[in-house]
């Protein structure tokens, strides 16, 4: 991992964020694909695929990204993760890199905002989600679930115990807006 974030870093230079790194790899700008170890090869002839645009025919009310490392096992140093962390970001529009087909839908909006996060660490996982109703990060590790308190404050619990993200979960920026009537109030959502 340590060596393809390098790589990665060097790609983008001072504009390295989730949203260019999954626009490079979804539409495959230049060799993107390659210097990423991201090529698809046909099944059949093994030649290397081109890759086309993606489209999304519907505008989901929540979507995951899975995130994939070379090795699960890998020792990152707190400098890689501190770089992986910086790179998850609060709001991610996926217009950027995802072509919306159903004009209907495109007046939606593509905006999401960071929920969740499934953390990997020594053979076992565990999770991290923001509650909307009480205003804070939870930890939630097998039985046992614990109040953390904001972001900045689970992201420095994560690189002290060398957790890996694993699965990063975001939710439509307006959700929360549309179910809310006159008689809810947001932090109840």
């Not at 700008?29 to 990423?36: K, V």
């Not at 025919?57 to 995951?64: G, I, K, R, S, T």
């Not at 020792?75 to 529009?93: F, Q, R, V």
């Given at each position: 991992m340590p060596q393809i974030?390098?790589?990665?870093?060097?790609?983008?230079?001072?504009?390295?964020?989730?949203?260019?790194?999954l626009k490079a790899i979804v539409l495959g700008?230049?060799?993107?694909?390659?210097?990423?170890k991201e090529v698809q090869m046909c099944h059949r002839c093994k030649i290397p695929l081109q890759v086309q645009k993606k489209h999304l025919?519907?505008?989901?009310?929540?979507?995951?990204l899975g995130l994939q490392y070379e090795n699960i096992d890998c020792?990152?140093?707190?400098?890689?993760?501190?770089?992986?962390?910086?790179?998850?970001?609060?709001?991610?529009?996926i217009s950027k890199f995802l072509q919306i087909t159903n004009s209907a839908k495109s007046q939606m909006t593509t905006t999401y905002v960071f929920r969740g996060v499934i953390m990997y660490?020594?053979?076992h996982y565990y999770a991290y989600f923001y509650s909307e109703k009480y205003d804070c990060w939870f930890q939630f590790d097998d039985a046992k679930i614990r109040?953390?308190?904001?972001?900045?404050?689970?992201?420095?619990?994560?690189?002290?115990?060398?957790?890996?993200?694993?699965?990063?979960?975001?939710?439509?920026?307006d959700i929360l807006s549309g179910i809310l009537t006159?008689?809810?109030?947001?932090k109840e959502a």
């Open positions: 974030l390098e790589e990665t870093k060097k790609l983008f230079k001072k504009d390295l964020s989730l949203e260019n790194v700008e230049g060799s993107t694909n390659i210097e990423l025919l519907d505008v989901p009310n929540c979507f995951a020792e990152m140093t707190t400098a890689d993760l501190t770089t992986l962390y910086s790179l998850i970001p609060n709001k991610l529009d660490y020594g053979r109040w953390i308190g904001n972001f900045e404050q689970v992201t420095e619990k994560c690189i002290k115990g060398k957790s890996i993200p694993r699965i990063l979960f975001f939710e439509r920026i006159e008689d809810t109030n947001f």
